[in-house]
């Protein structure tokens, strides 16, 4: 889409006016291009890897939070040789929390196989309906509804669902006050208050002191775990908030900016995408409080092109754009497509949100550079980047539409070997066991799946590595060279990519009659990322 295209009413200017523009260039350098004179570092930080994120970073995958050994932090503590030390929080259950979609549908397949036929929808909704209770029951009433309380900070102090307000102020102590006596509903099964049950596994509460410590509060205090022998006690901070300031757009596919109220926690839940002014100042309070934190080395990561994720599929024809124009879900067949009948953003749309996001990541890129020119140790990730380079239908596809910069991105070398090539595409299954389409997303449309979060633990392990963070073996022998994620170790844990539910074939029928019945994408994934 040029950038005399015209945008919707009520779009801010700031967005207007970068849309006149060219584009923003992914910063490929972590550095920003500048210099920092780092003293010598004085011994080993007690606390080598900590992150503060969502669920980018908490290891959310396919509607629910559940393997959280194989979430990014847990990669690169794994590479580190310290992932027997790394503190996270695990989720049990049936697939933990809210409702694991890929559990769901093997559910599914184990009883009426690999299609499900009209005659069966009945029986299968009451099956559906069956396993959404047996969840709800186990983090409502069962053995989930009590988190533990664990004397020690998390090192993976991510929450799914949090935006940047959300980080900046809820604590343990607001995350208890939300969980209201939960009713055993018929009618709406999804596990209530969700994010606040999963964030109780993730916050500080073994005092009334700790019960009030927002993540950032946490980060400095194990920052602060230090004596003399060392500068300070966090070596590597990973920072991934801002998705959720603009991911609803896509989810929910409707465009409702920001308002005044945009600093209140309880804010309305209309908004589904921040303004540019309004994720500056709250990403400033953000900056502020990491400056507090005594880590040696601090990584930003930049907001992703939330159009990208094929939760929300390109309706139409394109050649030389970016954009479709239309996006609406992806099990919706493109020659039934209505835009008077099905809910969708326009192309437009589309445009106004990247580009709001690009202003978005504009104010990561200088809160680095800052940072440097200040003599801080911090370093950009350009994760919307790398996105944007491995976006299958809307860069490799179309050559047309390639911007200047623009290079595939060069999978592991265990990936582009897999027959079909993992992509950006949504996942569906070949009818044999195997994988037809995707396998960087996960079945919610949304989060990676294992081997998509292990591109993003490399990238993570490459600037750490450029730092000067030592990485070393499981038996404590120093990594020469180039630090590879082990991808085969994660491919062994990608059940989807490897093995896919064969329910979900190249119509995802079955996840459209999920949506239909049970709301699931509409409602559940809002709070997912």
């Given at each position: 889409m040029s950038a005399q295209a015209a945008l919707p009413e009520g779009t801010p200017d700031s967005v207007v006016a970068q849309a006149q523009r060219a584009p923003r260039p992914p910063v490929f350098d972590p550095t920003a291009g500048i210099a920092v004179d780092r003293p010598t570092p004085r011994g080993v930080p007690p606390h080598r890897l900590v992150a503060v994120g969502d669920s980018l970073l908490q290891g959310f995958q396919s509607g629910a939070i559940y393997r959280t050994e194989?979430?990014?932090?847990?990669?690169?503590?794994?590479?580190?040789?310290?992932?027997?030390?790394?503190?996270?929080?695990?989720?049990?259950?049936?697939?933990?929390?809210?409702?694991?979609?890929?559990?769901?549908?093997?559910?599914?397949?184990?009883?009426?196989?690999?299609?499900?036929?009209?005659?069966?929808?009945?029986?299968?909704?009451?099956?559906?309906?069956?396993?959404?209770?047996?969840?709800?029951?186990?983090?409502?009433?069962?053995?989930?509804?009590?988190?533990?309380?664990?004397?020690?900070?998390?090192?993976?102090?991510?929450?799914?669902?949090?935006?940047?307000?959300?980080?900046?102020?809820?604590?343990?102590?607001?995350?208890?006050?939300?969980?209201?006596?939960?009713?055993?509903?018929?009618?709406?099964?999804?596990?209530?208050?969700?994010?606040?049950?999963?964030?109780?596994?993730?916050?500080?509460?073994?005092?009334?002191?700790?019960?009030?410590?927002?993540?950032?509060?946490?980060?400095?205090?194990?920052?602060?775990?230090?004596?003399?022998?060392?500068?300070?006690?966090?070596?590597?901070?990973?920072?991934?908030?801002?998705?959720?300031?603009?991911?609803?757009?896509?989810?929910?596919?409707?465009?409702?900016?920001?308002?005044?109220?945009?600093?209140?926690?309880?804010?309305?839940?209309?908004?589904?995408?921040?303004?540019?002014?309004?994720?500056?100042?709250?990403?400033?309070?953000?900056?502020?409080?990491?400056?507090?934190?005594?880590?040696?080395?601090?990584?930003?990561?930049?907001?992703?092109?939330?159009?990208?994720?094929?939760?929300?599929?390109?309706?139409?024809?394109?050649?030389?754009?970016?954009?479709?124009?239309?996006?609406?879900?992806?099990?919706?067949?493109?020659?039934?497509?209505?835009?008077?009948?099905?809910?969708?953003l326009t192309g437009a749309q589309a445009y106004a949100v990247d580009t709001a996001i690009d202003l978005y990541n504009i104010t990561i890129t200088e809160a680095v550079a800052d940072a440097r020119r200040g003599g801080l140790d911090w370093y950009l990730l350009d994760s919307a980047g790398i996105l944007d380079r491995l976006a299958a239908r809307r860069y490799v596809d179309d050559l047309a539409a390639r911007p200047e910069w623009w290079t595939p991105y060069p999978l592991p070398p265990l990936l582009a070997a897999l027959m079909p090539v993992p992509d950006t595409r949504f996942l569906s299954a070949d009818g044999n066991g195997g994988r037809a389409t995707g396998g960087l997303f996960s079945l919610d449309g949304v989060h990676p799946t294992t081997v998509g979060y292990g591109i993003l633990a490399q990238e993570i392990v490459d600037i750490m590595v450029r730092a000067g963070v030592e990485f070393r073996h499981p038996r404590g022998a120093v990594r020469e060279g180039r630090v590879e994620v082990d991808f085969a170790r994660l491919l062994r844990n990608d059940t989807l990519v490897q093995a896919p539910p064969q329910n979900v074939d190249s119509s995802l029928s079955v996840l459209g009659w999920a949506d239909q019945v049970l709301d699931l994408f509409r409602i559940r994934w809002n709070l997912g990322i």
């Open positions: 194989v979430s990014v932090p847990a990669i690169v503590a794994y590479e580190l040789g310290i992932l027997a030390a790394f503190r996270y929080p695990r989720f049990g259950g049936p697939g933990g929390l809210p409702l694991n979609v890929e559990l769901l549908l093997r559910r599914l397949e184990d009883r009426y196989g690999g299609r499900l036929d009209v005659w069966e929808l009945p029986t299968a909704l009451f099956a559906v309906r069956g396993f959404m209770d047996e969840v709800e029951d186990y983090w409502e009433r069962g053995p989930g509804a009590e988190a533990p309380i664990v004397a020690g900070y998390n090192h993976n102090l991510s929450c799914y669902g949090w935006d940047l307000r959300d980080a900046l102020e809820k604590t343990a102590a607001h995350c208890e006050r939300a969980l209201a006596t939960p009713r055993d509903n018929l009618v709406d099964q999804i596990v209530e208050n969700n994010a606040e049950r999963a964030a109780l596994r993730v916050y500080p509460r073994w005092d009334e002191q700790r019960r009030h410590e927002t993540v950032f509060d946490a980060a400095r205090a194990l920052g602060a775990e230090h004596d003399d022998g060392t500068d300070a006690g966090i070596e590597t901070l990973v920072v991934f908030l801002g998705a959720n300031n603009a991911l609803r757009a896509a989810t929910e596919l409707r465009v409702v900016w920001s308002g005044e109220d945009f600093r209140q926690l309880e804010r309305t839940r209309d908004a589904t995408i921040w303004t540019p002014e309004h994720f500056d100042a709250e990403f400033a309070e953000v900056v502020a409080r990491l400056r507090t934190v005594e880590a040696r080395h601090i990584i930003l990561c930049t907001v992703p092109h939330v159009t990208i994720a094929p939760i929300a599929r390109g309706i139409g024809t394109k050649s030389g754009s970016p954009y479709f124009p239309y996006y609406t879900r992806p099990w919706i067949d493109e020659g039934r497509f209505d835009p008077a009948r099905d809910e969708h």
